[in-house]
């Protein structure tokens, strides 16, 4: 009688250990999972970041900055009349934040 409790405790102890198993692969996955979503989804910037211009990357500042000036660049040599050169410069000026926005989105 104590042979066979015996050998059916260890039966019942080898298919504890199995779904341990199971269920360790089974949580080692949903954590793989999970980190590897968490490395890929966007997270928002933290707005209080104690920098200036906290909205936008430098990437993106430069780029806008390098095409701000290459616009101004052309202005500057193909339009001969000043009035004329002032007057798209301000035009530039006006238009540039509403163009930054729609280029790069409005990220909160």
Same mark, same amino acid.
Request: glycine share 12%; proline share 0%; no cysteine.
């Given at each position: 009688m104590s042979k066979? +409790? /015996?050998r059916r405790r260890a039966v019942r102890e080898a298919e504890a250990e199995k779904a341990r198993a199971v269920r360790a692969r089974r949580v080692a996955r949903r954590q793989r999972r999970r980190t590897?979503?968490?490395r890929l989804t966007p997270r928002l910037p933290d707005r +209080? @970041? $104690?920098r200036m211009f906290a909205r936008r *990357?430098? *990437?993106q500042r430069a $780029? #806008? /900055? #390098?095409l *701000?000036? @290459?616009v101004l660049g052309a202005?500057?040599?193909? #339009?001969d009349d000043?009035?004329?050169r002032l007057g798209l410069i301000m035009l530039l000026l006006l238009v540039l934040p509403a163009v930054v926005v729609l280029a790069f989105g409005r990220r909160i």
């Open positions: 066979e +409790r /015996a590897l979503l968490r +209080r @970041t $104690g *990357s430098r *990437s $780029g #806008v /900055a #390098v *701000s000036i @290459t202005i500057w040599f193909l #339009v000043l009035g004329l």
